[in-house]
């Protein structure tokens, strides 16, 4: 206790004397609450998926010691999964990076700081073109934020793209083309009281546990919740499931026309809802020509349940029954989905036929019935896609291509005009190829793991080690094993930081413990090279008035040296890209709360407006009368970003198309990959863990019970996975967590001794740029 | 596994402080009122077949099983099927009957929850290597809990959120617990108050 005070009372005093700079002291939860000298509880938001659960992080002597479930936040409610618990153990890996690294003869040594900053500095003086930002959807706002600035507005370099690229950017394109304007319009509450869930490819209860449990839990208080589960391979999900509908992969775009083509043939269209909120459009290529609802359907008329059988293996007996429940006007249906549905070479239109169920069937905007895209990391919203740190892009809804925007852009940034691109940069795998063929040159990776995570690895990163790769991380990865220069990074609580997560939830959290060695934060390494170029006489790193780029000035105006550390890791700089970030958020309408707000609150879900008596208020439910701020006070559902600017939504007529790879006499098998629950993606955090490592130490591959008795094949025999672009060997397992359908296989992509992504497929959906990890064709062959 | 133990204590003796805390309480709790209660009355059930031995020290392989007091204890046995909440409850059910409740197997302390193995993943090779070495020291257990004065009813020392059922952990099996003397007295919060309860700083009673 006697050091929790003292340390309370320092940060206190440190508060007082930078005044406005810190913000607010942290606040301690319950210091005086649990009997143990010293340990205090914070408030933060969890490190891995993008539900965004909050926990209170144990800290005794300078460490965390323990992390529990916040009960006061809403997302979670004092529920945690098997990762949240030890996201605190994740940071204590032994083989933490501690010092900056430069490769030197074929081997990574030990550098200083200075060192480090100044050869990446010296690289982009040289080649400030051709360089590249590959960054995450873990970044958080002020990380994003200050590559945005630096690449952006200093560079005057569009090359910046988020891994959020292979997660969930279908779901963002499916947003913006079917109501303008990306993040969804439902919330976590709808989860509470929906009385029918439909998965679309999504195995929740491994992926987003503390959700499904929201869902699955309120049958113990004697809820009826009816859950539909769309797959392609059995799971825990499908345990709890009331129905399970399997499909042939790809054959989601035909059932959602089908479901469709039901409504409007057999009963279940809701005119009115369509009448006031929707326009029909044209959907096979990108003219979007307006079409009749006549027209539309007619168009429909392909999609018979007969059809459907054909092309998706679904029978008409469950395509009805899923119809059924949108055409019951008493049912309050909930869509849910994540990878099956984005990791696809037509995410965007399996996207957007979703939506044209939910508003066929006016299944959307009212409490429990919504359509609703759940999200793989923990800023991939609040950072990707709201900071916009994608090739086109830029914050707040703008794109590089609108010469508004940018103007908008180098006034907010104080920055001479003209100074951003008006060429898009390279999407990820885009940004890869070039790197690849050395039209890129240099790329600093930031948060992320693309030697292990990007599809048809060989083709992809094969040749990163001859490039000036730049890596900060917290762990070695096989990313790093490939770069020229590892700078170590402060993880989660060893900084401030602010993540927007699935539900349009900005979440703030205040450092609590110091990195380890010389670690130190991402933005201060951001902030550092842009000085060192502005050293160098770089003109790009020079603001209007010709001061440096990042120039912070305290409330007396004094300049604050932010790139040098001692003054930096004393300052919440956080505080003041966020507070720079905010104007950025109010031309889309996704006002964000204000830093000292959010600093008291579990999180606040955008639009976050002011009233007259002075609160900040959120955002349950989007577009929706009563709810959303925004709304025309004329209408009940607004979605005041049309695409065709006339308040309405569109549905799209997207056709089915068959996937680019398909199983053949040489490759019979789909291969599909994807997480499980104690991993984490490339489990360079949870794999650190030791119970999670125990849990589940090494992938292996699934078949299908029946395909294996053919082949002779017993849970732990050595099998060779090949596909057109590598091979592997994997144990099996069968019977064992999930049962893939037959003709198909699934591999886990955690293991780095055992990457999977080199037998995936790059194609990509060729309006979001998401590739698809989900299905492409393989053989099995028994070793020995 | 060994050398990570090693290194917990090597970090910080307060863990091992902690653990004889923890030990104490039991005793202390044993000898002040074992002697005015009768016997117990059942037996206890047996383990799962399949739980692994633990030799001396048990207490403390356990708190390594458990990264921090307060994570969810991992599975120490197989089990039938990857997804099992109704197999998990055969043993683990959280019965309405009293008997029957003192006879389960740490029963669940949060009956509201169905998935058990969202949190609870298998443990059955502790000692399987590791991916690297941890660096990590967890919070230990929550110490003593107060008494009035000698022979009163000490006050629970910890939360009670996704503890609601004592015997979990204070019943007559089940990991690192400190055993209540009396388990046929099913209302246990009527004597041990709270010295800790979250819910009441959430609403500002504290």
């Known amino acids: ?784 | 596994m060994k050398k990570v133990a090693s290194e917990r204590i090597g970090w910080t003796g307060i863990s091992c402080i902690l653990l004889l805390c923890g030990l104490s309480i039991g005793i202390l709790v044993g000898d002040a009122e074992t002697s005015q209660v009768p016997p117990r009355d059942f037996n206890p059930p047996a383990p799962p077949v399949s739980r692994p031995e633990k030799g001396a020290g048990k207490v403390y392989e356990s708190l390594t099983d458990r990264a921090f007091w307060g994570a969810p204890p991992p599975m120490p046995h197989r089990f039938t099927k990857e997804w099992d909440a109704e197999n998990c409850l055969q043993c683990h059910a959280n019965k309405n009957d009293i008997v029957k409740r003192q006879q389960a197997i740490s029963p669940v302390p949060h009956a509201q929850l169905s998935q058990c193995q969202q949190c609870h993943v298998r443990a059955v090779d502790p000692d399987a290597p590791l991916f690297t070495l941890s660096n990590f020291v967890g919070l230990g257990y929550p110490g003593k809990g107060s008494r009035a004065t000698p022979g009163a009813p000490p006050t629970i020392p910890h939360q009670t959120f996704m503890r609601e059922h004592c015997l979990s952990c204070h019943g007559s099996s089940g990991e690192q617990r400190i055993e209540t003397p009396h388990p046929y007295r099913s209302q246990c919060r009527q004597c041990h108050v709270s010295q800790i309860d979250r819910e009441y700083s959430r609403f500002g009673l504290r």
């Not at chain 1, 825990?236 to 790809?250: G, M, W």
């Not at chain 1, 044209?282 to 054909?310: C, F, H, I, N, S």
């Not at chain 1, 390279?426 to 940004?431: E, L, Q």
């Open chain 1, 1 to 784: 206790m006697k050091i929790a005070r003292r340390e309370f009372i320092t940060q206190a005093a440190l508060a007082a004397a930078s005044g406005v700079l810190l913000g607010q002291q942290p606040k301690l939860i319950g210091d005086e609450a649990i009997g143990l000298d010293g340990l205090t509880w914070q408030k933060a938001p969890c490190r891995f998926c993008g539900t965004g659960c909050g926990v209170l992080v144990g800290v005794m002597d300078g460490r965390v010691v323990a992390v529990q479930g916040d009960l006061e936040n809403p997302v979670n409610k004092g529920l945690l999964c098997a990762k949240g618990y030890h996201a605190g153990v994740a940071m204590y890996g032994k083989d933490r990076l501690t010092t900056p690294q430069i490769r030197k003869g074929g081997t990574l040594v030990d550098v200083s700081w200075d060192e480090a900053i100044d050869r990446i500095a010296q690289e982009i003086m040289t080649r400030p073109d051709t360089f590249a930002v590959y960054g995450s959807g873990q970044w958080t706002i002020p990380e994003g934020f200050s590559v945005m600035k630096f690449m952006k507005g200093g560079l005057g370099n569009n090359h910046v793209d988020p891994n959020a690229r292979l997660c969930m950017a279908s779901a963002v394109v499916g947003m913006l083309t079917t109501y303008g304007v990306d993040e969804p319009s439902g919330c976590y509450d709808d989860f509470d009281v929906c009385d029918t869930v439909i998965l679309w490819g999504n195995n929740m209860a491994e992926m987003h546990p503390v959700l499904w449990s929201r869902i699955v839990d309120r049958r113990l208080k004697g809820e009826k919740v009816e859950i539909v589960d769309l797959g392609t391979r059995r799971t825990r999900t499908t345990q709890e499931a009331d129905h399970y509908i399997e499909f042939i992969p790809q054959g989601d775009l035909a059932i959602a026309n089908g479901i469709c083509h039901l409504l409007l043939e057999e009963g279940g269209l809701d005119t009115e809802w369509v009448d006031a909120n929707c326009n029909v459009r044209q959907g096979r290529d990108g003219t979007g020509a307006p079409m009749t609802w006549e027209a539309y359907r007619q168009w429909l008329k392909t999609y018979t349940p007969e059809y459907v059988e054909r092309v998706s293996g679904v029978s008409p007996k469950k395509l009805r029954l899923l119809a059924s429940r949108f055409a019951d006007p008493e049912k309050k249906v909930l869509s849910l989905w994540c990878m099956g549905m984005n990791q696809h070479t037509r995410g965007t239109w399996i996207n957007n036929l979703v939506y044209n169920v939910h508003f066929i069937s006016g299944k959307f905007g009212k409490p429990g019935s919504t359509a609703f895209s759940l999200t793989g990391q923990p800023s991939a919203c609040g950072t990707c896609r709201e900071v916009g740190t994608l090739g086109h892009a830029l914050p707040g809804g703008r794109v590089v291509a609108n010469e508004t925007h940018r103007a908008q852009c180098e006034d907010l940034w104080n920055i001479p005009k003209g100074r951003i691109g008006a060429k898009p940069g390279h999407h990820a795998v885009a940004m890869f190829e070039a790197l690849q063929k050395g039209d890129l040159t240099g790329m600093w990776v930031q948060v992320t793991n693309p030697a292990h995570t990007m599809p048809n690895l060989k083709s992809l990163t094969s040749r990163m080690q001859d490039r000036f790769v730049v890596v900060s991380d917290v762990y070695p990865t096989v990313t790093t094993d490939l770069a020229t220069v590892v700078l170590p990074s402060a993880m989660w609580v060893e900084k401030n930081g602010v993540y927007g997560n699935s539900e349009r939830r900005t979440q703030q959290w205040f450092k609590m413990v110091d990195p380890p060695g010389e670690a130190r934060d991402d933005v201060w390494q951001v902030i550092a090279v842009a000085r060192r170029l502005y050293e160098l006489g770089h003109g790009g790193m020079r603001n209007r008035q010709g001061g440096f780029l990042f120039e912070f000035r305290d409330e007396k105006g004094e300049s604050i040296d932010a790139w040098k550390w001692e003054v930096f890791k004393k300052t919440n700089i956080d505080r003041m890209l966020y507070e720079e970030y905010r104007p950025f958020t109010q031309m889309k309408h996704k006002d964000v709360a204000p830093y000292d707000t959010l600093a008291n609150a579990r999180g606040l879900r955008w639009p976050v407006v002011q009233t007259r008596e002075g609160q900040w208020k959120e955002t349950p439910r989007r577009f929706v009368a009563g709810e959303d701020p925004f709304v025309a006070p004329d209408r009940d559902v607004d979605f005041y970003w049309g695409k065709q600017k006339d308040h309405r939504a569109t549905i799209w007529a997207r056709p089915y198309e068959a996937p680019p790879e398909v199983p053949d006499k040489d490759f019979p098998f789909w291969l599909c990959t994807g997480r499980v629950l104690e991993h984490w993606h490339s489990g360079t955090m949870t794999r650190r863990v030791p119970q999670l490592h125990r849990a589940m130490p090494k992938a292996y591959i699934e078949l299908n019970p029946a395909d294996a008795a053919e082949m002779n094949i017993a849970t732990g025999t050595p099998v060779k996975v090949v596909s057109r672009r590598g091979e592997m060997i994997l144990p099996v397992w069968l019977n064992g967590r999930s049962v893939p359908a037959k003709g198909s296989v699934f591999v886990p992509f955690f293991a780095e001794e055992s990457l999977i992504n080199h037998l995936t497929l790059e194609a990509y959906c060729p309006l979001s740029k998401e590739p698809d990890y989900k299905k492409c064709a393989v053989r099995i062959e028994r070793v020995l």
